[in-house]
């Protein structure tokens, strides 16, 4: 399993963005991009998306710009992935609706992968922005 460079570069984003948490000016998607060498266009797509899944908080005019919408503690790994990749879920037969699966109606590990997923997605949901923040710093 590996995480696709959009949903690496959204979790390197928001660890800057909680650096600067507590302070009173917010941050633009060119401050961030400067600060973690994420390319421009890809840290607007990435901001539009945190915002829009409620991680960021965005105003606009003079003064404008983004913050985390919650402490970096209230936010986890699994926050993040899922605001750019969607759901976790890795197979397709633990997503809800239909599926691909030529084996499906046979196959005696589907019953399993859901087990699977949630220990997959628990490990993702137990580290929270704040554990990154300070072990990048580390």
Request: proline share 4%.
């Amino acid at each position: 399993m590996r995480l696709s460079s959009l949903a690496d570069y959204a979790i390197v984003l928001l660890s800057a963005a909680a650096r600067h948490c507590g302070g009173v000016a917010r941050l633009n998607a060119t401050q961030l991009a400067e600060e973690t060498g994420v390319p421009l266009p890809t840290a607007q797509k990435l901001v539009s998306r945190l915002a829009a899944a409620g991680l960021l908080e965005s105003a606009r005019g003079t003064g404008g710009g983004f913050r985390l919408a919650r402490p970096p503690s209230a936010i986890s790994l699994a926050d993040i992935v899922e605001a750019v990749e969607g759901p976790i879920a890795l197979t397709s037969c633990v997503e809800h609706g239909a599926n691909d699966c030529a084996i499906e109606g046979s196959c005696r590990v589907k019953p399993h992968w859901g087990a699977v997923n949630g220990a997959v997605r628990g490990a993702l949901a137990g580290v929270s922005l704040a554990q990154l923040s300070v072990l990048e710093n580390a």
